[in-house]
């Protein structure tokens, strides 16, 4: 088993609508965890850090759950510029080493 | 602030030749990292470095050097380039090593 596992997609979704996807890690010693956006063919930015059960900032909630060892994200009120691949990262030991998902894409139509 | 710097943006080498990639940063960060990114497998560590003078492999360090003589930079080398390490290169720092990652626009490199 990968240790951070994500669903590639790409899910479409239509403008104004709601999207959410998850993101399982294996370490279960895992503390922190972060989204990550990154639009095509640039570099990846910090959405949002999720340090407790979860984290919302505007449109984008992060929730986490310790005991099936998931993270979630949920996109709300989708606009055209949410279109990028969301990387889920995850601390996977005690000295911080970061493992990264392969991103799951959400393009979103007009 | 610059923030993370890369060059060059783009590259082409042949199978053997070497090179290496540039990376700096301004804000001061003690931990710095090289990451390949390749489709469907995520970001995977090449070497990182916990502050000047100190550098260690990451994931897949094979085929690659670093050295971090000062704070700000960390250059990666490829030593003999091989068509397996065509890759886009994202150089990455932060304050330590579990913190935020900000990233540099990368290195897209084709070895034929």
């Known amino acids: 088993r990968k240790e951070v596992e994500q669903d590639p997609g790409p899910f479409n979704v239509p403008e104004g609508a709601t999207v959410a996807f998850n993101c399982t890690y294996s370490?279960?010693?895992?503390?922190?965890f972060f989204w990550y956006r990154q639009d095509c063919r640039k570099e990846p930015k910090l959405l949002m850090s999720?340090?407790?059960s979860g984290n919302e900032d505007g449109r984008f909630t992060a929730q986490l759950n310790r005991a099936s060892q998931y993270i979630s994200l949920l996109i709300r009120d989708s606009k055209l510029s949410d279109s990028a691949t969301y990387l889920c990262?995850?601390?996977?030991?005690?000295?911080?080493?970061?493992?990264f998902g392969a991103g799951t894409q959400v393009v979103v139509t007009p | 602030n610059a923030g993370v710097t890369q060059t060059p943006k783009f590259q082409v080498l042949k199978t053997g030749q070497s090179m290496t990639l540039q990376c700096a940063q301004d804000?001061?960060?003690?931990?710095m990292s090289w990451y390949r990114q390749d489709p469907g497998m995520g970001l995977r560590l090449i070497h990182y470095?916990?502050?000047?003078?100190?550098?260690d492999q990451g994931e897949v360090p094979n085929g690659y050097n670093v050295s971090r003589s000062t704070t700000e930079d960390f250059p990666l080398r490829l030593l003999s380039a091989a068509p397996s390490q065509t890759s886009v290169y994202f150089c990455?720092?932060?304050?330590?090593?579990?913190?935020?990652?900000?990233f540099g626009p990368g290195t897209r490199l084709t070895v034929l």
């Open positions: 990262v995850v601390p996977t030991d005690s000295w911080g080493k970061l493992q």
């Open positions: 370490n279960s010693a895992s503390q922190s």
């Open positions: 990455a720092s932060s304050y330590g090593r579990g913190d935020t990652q900000y």
């Open positions: 470095s916990v502050g000047a003078g100190i550098t």
């Open positions: 999720v340090y407790s």
């Open positions: 804000m001061n960060h003690e931990y």
